[in-house]
């Protein structure tokens, strides 16, 4: 059963990952072009390592993005009739459609991995500084996963509810952009953004640092 | 007699503009009950009912003696279903349908399977956003077959389909029946196909059931009659009087259930003379039911 439902997602979310796939790959390898010299300033190289450090979440949260659309729209466009009419419980069907994502996700992951493990291993660094492909590969699989889950939660939901989070969403940032207007000081967004993003938010694990090189 | 498909006091609710009411079916095993009524009656809303796809708001079902909604993954083991519109994946080949399906039934003959497809005369390596609707029809059929069900639901699967495949279809699925007994719950609005196969006919309108009853009296019981000279105040009769129109003169013309031949003498003693007893067909005596149904509301 999980078979056919892992070969029905790789079919129907190929496409779209081959390109973001290949790019994971070469995110660690552009990061380390050019430091073929071990006498580099220490500083510019972790300052470079730094510019390319948001690229990380920023395919994470794609290629969560694309796996749950992918994942739930063929079902959505038959208005989830033939995934109900299947005898098994429906969450069942929910776990084996999220599961089959999240290992289709571990493609990209790896690839990630492995682009690091080559890059780190083809370059010269300064002495006193150290590589992380494989905590950064961690780090990758784990927000991919939670960006995954909660698109996979919000695209598994009727149109209706998807209306309702955006138009609340919307809404907040209407009525910030009014505060601003009136000359008011009052921070709807940034509270908002505390508690997705800081710690124990549940967005949490995509800021901060990611370091493919550091002390 | 024991029913496949049982429901009692059903109540649901769509939005302000649809309501089921006091939904009470019995689907006799091993029958073919065709299910009919117009467009927005509530065929598919019921038939979705049965299956557990959607909650009621009172009332009990039980389909192959298993209790929907709480048991249906079980019951949907023991059932092929083929909905209204296709609900299969646009993006897979007929082949990768069949392997798809096939996983989730282990009652699934896959050399029934292919027997069909090419009976069908199915491209298996063909898209199936690419098929016709008659062969998407085809495929439906096959896969709620193959599955090998004691439970056929069937909602509108000839609907839109050209009169060959139409009777490709049904001989398959006649072939099926008659040699599993399984039971077929069949919605339709072509009147005159479900009067070929069916024994059992269960009619719809405006959210409740306004008549069960076994095929064979729903197409002898109706009749049109050509009165005369009636009383306007009729008090008991020995069948049901379904309409009454008044023509020129004294004549009248009465649609009644329920005729028997020995019935006539009834009209002696009213005084009145009974001049022509016509047959109506199953399409007419649909229509009259109906007529009578939205009359008694």
Known sequence: ?????????????????????????????????????????????????????PSYPIMAIVLGIIMAVATWSSDRNGKHTYALSLPLPRWHYVLLRFGAGALLLAGPALLLWIGALVATSSASLPPGLRVYPTALALRFTLATLIMYAVSFALAAGSSRVVRTILLTLGFVVLAQILLSLLGSEFDLIGPLGNWLFDWPGPLEILSGRWMLIDV | MSHAIETTGLLYQAGKNFELRDLSLQVPEGSIYGFLGPNGSGKTTSIRLCLGLLQPKAGRITVLGHEIPRESPRALGRIGYVPERPHLYQSLTVDESLRYHSAFYPTWEGKFADELVGRFGLDRSRGLSRLSKGEMGKLMILLALAQRPDLLVLDEPTDGLDPVVRREVLSALLDYVSERSATVFISSHLIHELERICDWVGVMDRGRLVAELPMQSFKNGIKRLRVTKAPSLLGDTPFVLLAR????????????????????????????????????????????LLRTARQAT
């Open chain 2, 245 to 288: 129109e008044y023509l020129e003169g004294a004549a009248e013309t009465w649609v009644v259930r329920g005729w028997q031949a020995p019935m006539a003498q009834y009209f002696d003693g009213v005084g009145a003379d009974l001049r022509e007893i016509v047959d109506l067909d199953l399409e007419e005596g649909f229509v009259e």
């Open chain 1, 1 to 53: 059963m999980f078979q056919v439902i892992l070969f029905t997602q790789w079919k129907w979310s190929r496409a779209a990952l081959v390109f973001p796939a290949v790019l994971v790959f070469a995110l660690p390898i552009l990061t380390v072009r050019g430091f073929g010299d071990a006498t580099m300033d220490p500083l510019t190289v972790i300052s470079t390592a730094q510019s390319w450090g």
